[in-house]
């Protein structure tokens, strides 16, 4: 088997994916910034931890020493403009550095976990592909981490003569050790009641076990130089909210946010972030996204790469079980 680094597996995708190779007998390497890699992974045994940082090229040259695989999971993601700087270092400059020290040891093979983010958006509520031209800045679409996954992109792919790599990107994902929470913060909003309504957008909903199999797919079968995207189910969310509600139990109806006066409630949130220096819940970044149709075709992964799309209702139902059997919702 081959010894494999894997960044961010403490994050939803990086810990499922460590789980799955651990299982398959891997040797893996797994890159922390502190001493102890907390109780998202103690229960592995059998792997090495590799303490360091994305940002800090000379431990990510230490980290990748006789790694023949590089799995790039680590990433900040948010959509405050406050967070612009933190996000820029670690998505752009810190994949730069897991590119750099990958040449220095001539590793086999880098897949980079980006994201769809990294394209373009629909606008005419038909789903996108890879080939979509980013088109963010001319919908005025204000996204600090759409803007570094997009040029983390460029530097990979920049790399493809000097590294082989491949690039895989993941839709909205959800599933179990979402210990932030991350993607999963949606199933613990509606759980608490802290949801007043949906907006008319969309996005491609995925359960986390078929894109950790997407991403091993890619490592093993992928094209050199290519991108997939790895999604299942375009829904709005008017329709994955109810499916949520369903699957918690809750009988609540729901009403469709309009646009004008949810933006006044995002500069309100944008006033608040930028007095207390803190991410707020809601932001105009955050309407704006929510009035789009994130939606996108995974054609390429299912034909190349084998993906499946196991049923959203099953996702939500594990995800909701993983939340509730570790107290984060009733």
């Known amino acids: 088997m081959a010894k494999t680094l894997i960044t961010g597996s403490s994050g939803l995708i990086g810990g499922n994916l460590a789980r799955k190779l651990a299982q398959e007998g891997r040797e893996l390497v797994l890159l922390s910034r502190s001493p102890s890699f907390g109780t998202n992974l103690d229960e592995l045994g059998g792997v090495t931890i590799a303490h360091g940082d994305v940002t800090d090229l000379s431990s990510m040259v230490s980290a990748t020493v006789g790694c023949e695989i590089v799995y790039h999971c680590a990433a900040v993601v948010s959509a405050w403009n406050g967070n612009a700087s933190k996000i820029w ?36 509520g038909l789903p996108v592909n890879e080939n979509a ?94 991108s997939y995207i790895l999604g299942s189910h375009n829904l709005h969310y008017q329709e994955m909210f109810a499916k949520i509600l369903a699957g918690l139990g809750i009988k609540r109806t729901l009403r469709q946010l309009p646009f004008i006066p949810s933006m006044f409630f995002g500069y309100i949130g944008d006033l608040v972030s930028f007095i207390s220096r803190k991410e707020s819940l809601i932001s105009s970044n955050i309407v704006k996204l929510g009035n789009v149709d994130h939606f996108y075709s995974s054609n390429k992964a299912r034909e190349l790469l084998g993906l499946q799309a196991r049923p959203i209702e099953d996702t939500i139902e594990e995800t909701i079980k993983w939340f509730r059997d570790v107290g984060r919702i009733n």
Not at 105 to 114: D, E, G, H, I, Q
Not at 150 to 178: C, H, M, W
Not at 202 to 226: L, T
């Open 133 to 226: 031209p980013w088109n963010w800045d001319e919908l005025r679409i204000g996204n600090p981490y759409a803007r570094s996954k997009r040029d983390a992109q460029k530097r990979v792919f920049s790399a493809k003569e000097k590294l082989d790599i491949v690039v895989v990107n993941p839709t909205y994902v959800l599933g179990p050790y979402d210990f932030k929470p991350s993607s999963g913060k949606m199933i613990v909003a509606l759980a608490h009641n802290k949801v007043p309504g949906y907006t008319k957008g969309g996005n491609n909903f995925v359960s986390v076990h078929d894109v950790v199999q997407g991403m091993i797919s890619a490592e093993i079968n992928g094209k050199s130089g290519e």
């Open 89 to 124: 270092d670690v998505n752009v400059v810190g994949t730069q550095n897991v590119i750099d020290a990958c040449i220095i040891n001539k590793v086999k093979r880098l897949v980079y976990c980006s994201s769809v983010d990294a394209f373009g958006v629909s606008t005419d």
